[in-house]
């Protein structure tokens, strides 16, 4: 059957299908490209290879067990992911999170911002042919990510951002490991700038090359890195404040020409300010933790303690659960009685925190926030990642949407490449940092 596309291309042009088993269009994009020799005539981008019902999926999950499917959008920057629709649900609910809750989600928000962008621009190099500038990359994301899976117990999908405030306390050394991220990483920052900002054949393959006007990018929807690549200094974070992020000094960089360069720069600018967000956060955090006592019983023991009395020694609770003692909780989780979830050593070690453990969690019975809707946005990777729900007054959602930083972006990308050479492609759908998950949902 002969489509559309093709019923409009001139006789002399050749058809050319690039993705979806390209390298470089990460096995979720197709475009269907006229050349004329070199130069590209026409496109057409046809994205939704890794669509699986992520919305719809949310609507028959409970509150609280959707949480995993959030991790799977853009799933380098997953922390991001679980703010944004845990930010949603509490401004649905009205509840108000302990300020030390605040400041972990700033910095685990943050390192993730800077582990998206160093993934975003080592792919963009290699696909350019800068192979050491991504393993310079990757090596700086691997302290990172060291932190990211200190405190979560994981790195990529984390599920660590919980409604009301964050699954557990930091781990015991983080402080130790993040400043040895932050070294790292400005040392990676420097190194690569070193070997890109003034290559002759990198700047070839990005300078003046997909130019996005700031009124066109605008009318795209066009938001994060990519719009400030523009001039537009538009940043969730300073526009409408959340979290801490009103308390703290970062700047929020620009570009003046809206290619392809412009949006690598503005990424290699915006991790320097996001580790210097970091730094910030390092002191409201510090505070010495609780030392557990050799008296501490395993479970099993506190439970059979507790028959008749509460046991007076503290639960020993297994390295995965630590930091979400019950009181450790108030200052890292909403203490709403509605909302609440008992800590791990009452729910291990007596009955009444098993029950309410098992009442919050249960089909049919936890989580009901008040009928209504609520929107709620975070400054992702990509740009403004907003969470749009609508509760009935049940234990799931009756409406969940996403807005797809991602999706606003790609859409400019049939209309930035034509006209261009073939070899444009790459370096301007690189600059993109097109994330399946997030983009097709």
Known sequence: MT??????????????????????????????LELEGERIRNADVEVGYLHRGFEKTCENRTWFNLLIYTDRLNYVSPLLNNLGYAMAVEKLCGLEIPERAQWIRVLMSELSRVSDHLTCLAAMA???????????????????????????????????????GVRADLHADYEKAVRRGIDETRKVIKDVRGLLDKNVIFLGRTRDIAVMGRDAAVSYGWTGPALRSTGIAYDVRRAHPYLTYDRLA??????????NFDRYLVRMAEMEQ???IIEQCLDPLRRDRPARGPTSLEPAEAIRAGRTTPPDAAVRLSPNLEGAEKDVLGDIQSTDPKFAIPGKDAVYGTIEGLISHFQYFMKDHGFRPPAGEAYAAVEGGNGELGFFVVSDGTDRPYRLHLRAPCLHVVSALSGLIKGRLLADIIPTFGSMNMIGGELDR
């Open 126 to 164: 290699m696909e350019t042919g800068a192979f050491t500038a991504f393993l310079y990359n990757m090596k700086a994301r691997e302290f990172l990510w060291d932190v990211i899976e200190q405190t979560t117990g994981a790195r990529m999908t984390t599920s660590y951002i919980r409604i009301g």
């Open 250 to 259: 970062f700047d929020i960089p620009t570009g003046d020409r809206g290619d």
């Open 3 to 32: 489509t559309a596309f093709q019923a409009e291309a001139r006789p002399e042009s050749m058809l050319v299908n690039m993705g979806p088993s390209h390298p470089a269009m990460h096995g979720t994009i197709r475009i269907m």
């Open 274 to 276: 996001s580790l210097r």
